[in-house]
């Protein structure tokens, strides 16, 4: 399951006019939106999430949630591609969900076309405390002065890696938790991996005759997308390297995708594809991540928090996971959070309101924390969550320690015509991953088209 938010979506472009066509002038801020009324006496709300590992959890507060207010919860779960290609024909027709699950490159669209309703509508004085909230991830869901939506997780990046591989290679995991990154050399980062990378010969990625046409096992496995973000794949490398990806965050101006910073951390890159260490997306993109992982054709991969349960899970291999390596300004992670937005098309606003404060609630988190689905928003219960991991003998610190300190964090990038820029940005970071233009050559066109398109 993707959190990333990256999927070319050319139905949403095509759709767009229906959209705005559609949006029939609900009202997004300032005083009652014309659907405020709704229908009270509707006593179910529909939910739309995207990750089947999570539903059950979700069904459980739910049912909580039914038990306290009358309202049933309906919950309907679509995967990552599927999910926003219907939600977008859905608005059109329609038949949308009362509450989705959001994401922050998502809803601005959204929002804009007047397909999301405007929460502090709903939200009375005192009835939320946004500052138990981690972070500043309640500020990222406020466009013009209007809420749509109020977080219900959050997530960070760390490294997954295959323990026996590991071992097998004479590596610690007190190593791992040491190492460090920068442009020039790679670091201790760099040399890892290309320790870990191995030829159909046997042979290691730095000893005499590695043969990097015939690659065995690849030190880093490459996860194919991830648009002009790469969250799990560079952002956090570029990141620590000193890039910044918008003049502000959120809804900056103009992207920076031209900065030194960023040129050189991704061509450093380029030279470990090149040289064999990394997946190539020729067999990243039809294998897979996970499979990628099980079928030992990788050693490490960096990935999010919301698949801790996946890896740790595995009934073929023991993984474990790793910080990030330090850079020359530090560890860095993207940190993003979901949340739940009222679609206009609820028939109940009110009691689809009271279903997103519930979900954003102690009580529905202090489920989810339970469970260790993931990390729930409010700090108490991202707390609880990480000890209900430990309980069961999963170290998950390399996820939680780098987001205590503001200072390794990054937001997730946000800003108006969020798909039109991440397919741009696909296209680019494909060709860059295929090793078929250059880093300084690509990413200062990559930033002028981006930013016209900000600039329409």
Known sequence: MARKAYKVVSVAAAVALALTACSGGTSVSGGASSSASGDTSVKEVTYRLWD???????????????????????????????????????????????????????????????????????????????????????????????????????????????????????????????????????????????????????????????????IKVYGWGLEK??????????????????FKYLDKNPFGAKYQMDDPKLIEAISWWQKQIEAGYVTPLEIAGPLGLEPMMEQGKAALVPDGSWRINMWSSSKTNEFGFAPLPEGPEGRKTIINGLAPSITKQAKNPEGAFQWVKFLTSDKCQSIVAKDAIVFPSMTEFSEKAAQAHADAGRDVSAFTEIAKDPKNLAYYPITDSGNEVGSEGQVTFDEIEQLSVKAEDALPKLNEKVNKILAK
């Open 52 to 214: 089947p590992g999570q539903q059950a959890t979700y069904q459980r507060c739910a049912d909580a949630f039914e038990k306290e207010s009358g309202i049933k919860v309906k919950i309907e779960q679509q995967g990552w591609d599927d999910y926003w290609t219907n939600l977008t024909t859905d608005l059109v027709s329609g038949t949308a969900p009362d509450v989705i699950t959001n994401h922050v490159q998502y809803y601005p669209d959204l929002a804009g076309k007047g397909q999301l309703l405007d929460l502090n509508n709903y939200i009375k004085d005192g009835d939320i405390d946004f500052s138990k909230y981690t972070g500043e991830l309640a500020d990222l869901w406020v466009k013009d002065g209007a809420r749509y939506g109020i977080p219900q997780d959050w997530d960070t990046i760390a490294l997954v890696y295959n323990k026996k591989m590991t071992e097998e290679a004479g590596v610690k995991a007190e190593d791992l938790k040491n190492l460090t990154w920068n442009a020039k050399d790679g670091g201790s980062f760099g040399k890892l991996i290309a320790h870990l990378s191995i030829d159909a010969n046997g042979v290691r990625g730095d000893e005499p005759g590695f043969d990097k046409s015939n």
């Open 225 to 242: 997308g991830g648009g002009i973000v790469g969250q799990g794949q560079w952002s956090w490398f570029a990141l620590s390297n000193g």
